[in-house]
Each structure stands twice: as C-alpha cells, then as structure tokens.
C-alpha cells in the first residue's frame, strides 16, 4: 500500500506518522466534519480580508515573521491531519462534551470578530481571536481521537499566542 503524509517529513512527525500507521490505530480517509470546522472558522477570517474593520489593528507588520511561517506550516498540517487521518477507533458520534466545546469556541470566535468590527478593540477580544479557534480545533482533534491533528494544534497554538501577544498586546 502507497501512502502519501503531508507534514510528516520533520523528525518528530515522520516518526509519529509512521508510529501511527505501524500500529493500525490510524487509517487514511477523508472526515468532512474537519475540513467543515475549518472553513467555518476561516468565513471570519475571509469577511476581514476582504472588508477591513474601521480602525484596524490586525493590518500592522508582524514582528515575529519565523513565528508565523511555523504556524502556518502546522496550520497546514493540522488542517490535512483533521482531514485525512482518522482514527479506527474514535467514536462515532463523537461525544457531546467535545461538540458543545467546539461550538462554544466557534461562538466565542466569532462573537470576537463581531466585537473587533463594532471597534472594541482590547486585550481579551485579541487573545479570543488568537485562542477561540485552536480550541475549537483542539476539542474536535481530541473528540475524533487524532493525536496527529492535536500535536499539530498544539504546535499552531502556542505559535497563534506568540503571535498574538508580541504583535498586538506587549
């Protein structure tokens, strides 16, 4: 069998992946409710690009460019791990604590934005855009029992704070 893994070359993902596949746990497919989870959180995203907010903080320079390249590489790869990587094991359906949680923070997200756009622009609604979604995603990595989607998460979150914080709040 050919299998093709994006993301896994570096030296903790190659030897995760091929963890993963060796002990039958993981399997290749394609799980709709994770790209759907993406494009959701990404509509607030597309709406700012297209129609800045009045008084946009969110359009300065970045200070921390190596920061942002590694989050959008493990963006990357937490987007096709969420999407591609499935656990033979995870229940289906998917519990409904990890549902609420992921639907709370896609709320909490997204009442964010609404707050930026109203122009209240503070240090809480900064961390809500920075934290909201890589919860939203780590509840749904964990609710589908994909350790590969949570370490990705992870890595993107802790890059997303940075990020947030440096940029924005110091």
């Excluded at 987007?79 to 549902?99: D, E, H």
Aim: charged letters at 10%.
């Amino acid at each position: 069998m050919k299998v093709l893994i994006t993301g896994g070359t570096g030296y903790i993902g190659s030897h995760t992946i091929i963890e993963m596949i060796e002990t039958g746990k993981y399997k290749l497919g394609f799980d709709m409710w994770g790209l759907i989870l993406f494009f959701i959180i990404m509509i607030p995203n597309c709406i700012w690009f297209a129609l800045p907010a009045p008084n946009d903080l969110l359009r300065s320079e970045s200070v921390t460019p190596t920061v942002d390249i590694i989050a959008s590489v493990f963006q990357v790869i937490m987007v096709t791990a969420l999407c591609v990587i499935i656990n033979k094991r995870r229940q289906k359906p998917m519990k409904r604590i990890f549902i609420i949680g992921t639907a709370a923070a896609v709320v909490f997200y997204v009442t964010g934005w609404i707050l930026y756009y109203a122009g209240i622009v503070h240090t809480v609604i900064i961390l809500d855009l920075c934290v909201a979604p890589c919860v939203s995603f780590a509840l749904f990595s964990a609710g589908r029992k994909n350790a590969a989607a949570l370490l990705a998460v992870i890595v993107f979150t802790i890059c997303h704070i940075i990020y947030g914080i440096a940029n924005f709040i110091i």
